[in-house]
């Protein structure tokens, strides 16, 4: 399986932006997918992740209620949707990719083995 972020890019503060996370996989439903950030200097943080089959949404509290992650399986597809961007957001973004990965692992970066490259997102204030 192979993943190709993209989206990323130089935004404002306030701004929204949609980064999308396209796979090459024949079963796209049988994988969980996520998104990561890492930040300079820091080390990688879970985002939000839609869960195979079922479609699930998780989140971590940071971005809860300003994220969305969504998935089309039609498309091989997620996206994560962010909105009210503050300069605290700029980060490389990583789509990540399990299968069949148990819901208690949604956010723990060693239990997905599918990487995309990484999309940069920076914000100004």
């Known amino acids: 399986v192979q993943l190709q972020a993209s989206g990323g890019g130089l935004v404002q503060a306030g701004d929204s932006r949609r980064l999308s996370c396209i796979a090459t996989?024949?079963?796209?439903?049988?994988?969980?997918v996520a998104w990561f950030r890492q930040a300079p200097g820091k080390g990688r943080e879970s985002l939000a992740a839609s869960r195979y089959g079922t479609s699930a949404t998780y989140y971590s509290d940071s971005v809860k209620g300003r994220f969305t992650i969504s998935r089309d399986n039609a498309k091989n597809t997620v996206y994560l949707q962010m909105d009210s961007l503050q300069p605290e957001d700029t980060a490389v973004y990583y789509c990540a990719g399990a299968n069949f990965l148990h819901d208690d692992y949604y956010n723990t970066e060693r239990y997905y083995n599918f990487w995309g490259q990484g999309t940069q997102v920076t914000v100004s204030s």
């Open positions: 996989a024949r079963s796209f439903n049988i994988y969980t």
